[in-house]
């Protein structure tokens, strides 16, 4: 394989490749062509496959859209589409935070607890201490942000226990507390705002909706465009490395929990509206199908895969399946089963994503062969015997 | 020991980059370095050679600051350098592509460059300047001529060497003064090494100095100006690494007695 010095040695068909690096540059001779698109963008069943994967939450959901509608008359009626929205939204808020916990490879069972939590203080201080809506909002918010604090304080810098088993007991003691404080009863009578946000509509659109979309518009905003959102993204990927190049993750990781907290909290506000009530058995085991949520819309539990908008069609997707078996008159009793069905079906399509992914990597490894194969290797010292 | 000494250094600096003076490190009875002497060039590929369990690695970690040193002393450019973590060898210069790459495979090539420093706006909570880091990013890639798909693929989904080479880089873009690369091959297939050794051999040109780990003769051989060999925590010797010397420096290695001059 002797180089010929004034000459790209290149196959035809990679030549033809790049034709944007094409003026080749003296020196060039002894060298790979620099950065380039090296392979023609040319759409794979590989890569197109992975696309549709990554689609496919989007997909189910319009599948189960266009489905319903045939099969339901009621479907598509401005009243469904409210309800279906008004009963998405608890999940989808509690989703949005489970995922930015999610995300970090971590997981937070107190949340459906905390709701309760704050819809029972909320309720308990609308009669004792004021009925002014602004003042016992911040109150539900407040208290949700305190369970996020001592979740990630307790979990983060000792990091002993696994983010499960910690929030497995501020579950217990959260869903316990909200018992004690309610005397076991449901608590009546909260602020008209806090009714206003749990079952009003402002232009035929549930409020709830609207605080839905809101929080889930400044958290995209947030972890696309701050760089605090990129080390979300790199402590689920690889703590160990994420701590190595500098990035405070420790911090990080407690944030998403003091976040997740705050959802918590709006979620309660929401809660509490939508009965004008509080009491300790609300949206129990909310947190289980928000962290459905986030499974089925595409993000992986191990951490550091997902995105926000997966995770809402994954809410939209729990609703609309709720929604749907309602209109369609089937058993209650099937819409677990149904929902698990669901689930793993999600987890199949992750399995399929691995493996696309791993036969892009064979296929990138070959390439640089062939890159390597063409260009001219260089007179070394490479005589010396092993 | 039998020392070649005081071979060729390069011309340009008479001054070394880094000095390391009688390193010592111990693990409770372990003596992992036992007075370890080390002088690095500007614009040199050093490479330190030892069997397993010899003390390199030690060695690295100490300079690149993720361990400290129990004795002796570390310089650069004459001054002395205390080093308490990796961020502050980082903020000397000296950058360290380890074994195991800290990668992020579920971040994109750009990101992965930049974590941890990213660009961000002035006076902000951190507001990434995305359009400044895929300059930047795109213009280190196409000086040192790695060749990846686009800025946007994920590192998971790139071959080994690529990876590898997104490690080095990454190093490289933010050294001034030092690469550290431990083992940077031992991964590798033979065509993806050869892409790497590529890159480093590049780097004296960006004004780079490097120290590479290694077990691999033919690979130093191919990349190195000059050789430090290693054993159970002492210097044993340097040597040119060339075909003439081979024998010497694997007799070094191994501690057996020198047959070839």
């Known amino acids: 394989m002797s180089g010929s010095p004034d000459q790209l040695k290149r196959s035809p068909d990679t030549g033809a490749a790049a034709p944007v690096a094409a003026p080749v540059a003296p020196r060039a001779q002894k060298e790979q062509p620099a950065l380039r698109p090296h392979r023609p963008a040319l759409p794979s069943f590989t890569t197109i496959g992975l696309k549709l994967v990554g689609l496919g939450p989007f997909l189910f959901l319009l599948l189960l859209w266009v489905v319903l509608s045939i099969e339901s008359p009621y479907f598509f009626t401005t009243l469904n589409v409210t309800n279906l929205l008004q009963a998405s939204s608890i999940v989808a808020v509690l989703a949005v935070g489970q995922f930015l916990i999610i995300l970090t490879g971590a997981i937070d069972l107190s949340a459906g607890a905390v709701v309760a939590l704050c819809t029972v203080i909320g309720a308990q201080l609308s009669h004792t201490l004021t009925h002014n809506g602004l003042v016992i909002v911040a109150i539900m918010l407040a208290t949700g942000i305190a369970v996020g604090i001592v979740n990630a304080t307790i979990i983060e810098p000792l990091r002993l226990a696994s983010p499960f088993v910690v929030t497995l007991g501020t579950m217990s003691i959260a869903s316990g507390a909200a018992f004690v404080i309610s005397g076991g009863a449901t608590v009546t009578g909260l602020p008209p705002l806090i009714d206003h946000i749990g079952s009003n509509s402002v232009a035929g659109i549930p409020a709830a909706a609207l605080v839905v979309a809101g929080f889930a518009v400044v958290v995209a905003a947030l972890t696309s465009r701050l760089r605090w959102g990129r080390w979300i993204y790199a402590i689920g990927g690889n703590r160990e490395a994420a701590e190595r190049v500098g990035i405070p993750a420790r911090r990080v990781a407690m944030s998403v929990f003091v976040i997740g907290g705050f959802a918590a909290g709006l979620a309660g506000i929401i809660q509490a509206g939508l009965t004008d009530s509080g009491q300790g058995a609300a949206s129990f085991t909310a947190e289980l199908d928000a962290i459905s949520a986030v499974v089925i819309g595409g993000a992986s539990l191990q951490g550091g895969r997902g995105t926000l908008s997966g995770t809402l069609v994954g809410a939209l997707i729990l609703g609309t399946i709720h929604n749907g078996l309602n209109l369609l008159s089937v058993d209650t009793n099937w819409e677990p089963i149904v929902l698990g069905v669901v689930l793993l079906l999600a987890l199949g399509t992750d399995f399929m994503r691995v493996r696309l992914e791993s036969r892009l990597r064979l296929r990138e490894a070959r390439q640089l062969e062939v890159e390597s194969d063409n260009a001219v290797p260089e007179s070394g010292r490479s005589t010396v015997a092993a | ?261």
């Open chain 2, 1 to 261: 020991m039998s020392t070649p000494s005081e071979l060729r250094k390069p011309a340009t600096s008479a001054e070394p980059l880094l000095r390391v003076r009688e390193a010592e490190k111990r693990f409770g009875a372990v003596v992992a370095l036992d007075g370890v002497s080390l002088d690095l060039y500007r614009g040199e590929v050093l490479a330190v050679l030892g069997d397993n369990g010899a003390g390199k690695s030690t060695l690295m970690k100490c300079i690149s600051g993720s361990q400290r040193l129990d004795g002796g002393a570390i310089e650069l450019e004459g001054r002395p350098l205390s080093l308490r973590s990796p961020h502050d060898a980082r903020r000397h210069g000296v950058e360290t592509v380890y074994q195991d790459l800290a990668l992020f495979d579920n971040l994109d090539v750009e990101a992965n460059f930049f974590a941890g420093r990213e660009l961000v706006a002035k006076r902000t909570l951190g507001w990434l300047n995305k359009k400044q880091m895929r300059r930047n990013a795109l213009s280190v890639l196409e000086r040192l001529e790695v060749s990846i798909p686009s800025l946007q693929t994920p590192v998971g989904l790139l071959s080994g060497g690529q990876r590898q080479a997104i490690a080095v880089v990454r190093a490289v873009n933010f050294a001034s003064r030092i690469v550290i690369l431990d083992e940077p091959t031992a991964a590798l297939g033979v065509r993806e090494t050869r892409n790497v050794l590529r890159l480093v051999k590049r780097l004296p040109e960006q004004g780079i100095s490097v120290i590479l780990v290694s077990h691999n003769l033919d690979q130093v051989a191919e990349v190195a100006d000059r050789a430090v060999v290693i054993r159970r925590g002492r210097r044993i010797g340097e040597a040119r690494p060339d075909a003439a010397n081979h024998d010497h420096i694997v007799s070094m290695i191994v501690g057996a007695p020198s047959v070839a001059g």
